[in-house]
């Protein structure tokens, strides 16, 4: 299957509406993966933002869909889930990311939580450059990379793109497409932000 060869900005003042551009930029055929978080799709620790745009992927015509997660009981969970509401035609794999054994590559990978997790491992910052090594494999050329994290700012997640290209002596994989902005802000010691922040990669 052929990548993303026809993307292009979608004009929504000031907001980055991920559900208008998935209707707007990818093909009813596409793959679509999400990795970690009980597979995503139907998790209920999922916020409002991911919620919304997993009922679109979920009620549209999108049907080749996959969630991966490595523990054998989210995975459990996720099909329950699934089949309870209907969705039995999702494949639930258990996988670990940083090994992944999929083959297959996809236009749309979506993470929530996945890369946090990572992070808090006591070799994170080694576990994190062998993340973007390994979802570059898992992404079509010109598919899209969505990120939602806690603890990373969108600068911040910016920057380790750019880190791990440094640290491989590559080009990166990825670049910034585009961020929600729609997501409440706090105020403190005089910087504002959010404590949540989604953020969309366009592999090259």
Known sequence: MKGLTFWRPIKVPHIFDLTCFIYEVLPCLCRIMTCGNRGTFL???????NQATIKVV????????????????AIE????LAARNGFSHIKFLIDDVLETKLENKFQLVMDKGTLDAIGLHPDGPVKRLMYWDA??????????LVITSCNKTKDELLHEVDQEAKGS???????????????????????????VCTVAFCRK
Do not use: C
Request: hydrophobic residues 35%; aromatic residues 10%; glycine residues 10%.
């Open 135 to 144: 979802v570059a494999k898992l992404v079509a050329p010109h598919g899209i």
């Open 169 to 195: 002596g590559r080009d990166s994989a990825f670049k910034y497409l585009d961020h929600v902005r729609t997501y409440p802000t706090i105020m403190f010691g005089g910087v504002e932000g959010s404590r």
């Open 77 to 80: 969970l996720a099909r329950n």
């Open 43 to 49: 998790s209920p620790k999922s916020t409002k933002s």
């Open 58 to 73: 979920l009620n549209s015509w999108f049907s080749d869909l996959t969630g991966t997660d490595f523990s054998e009981g």
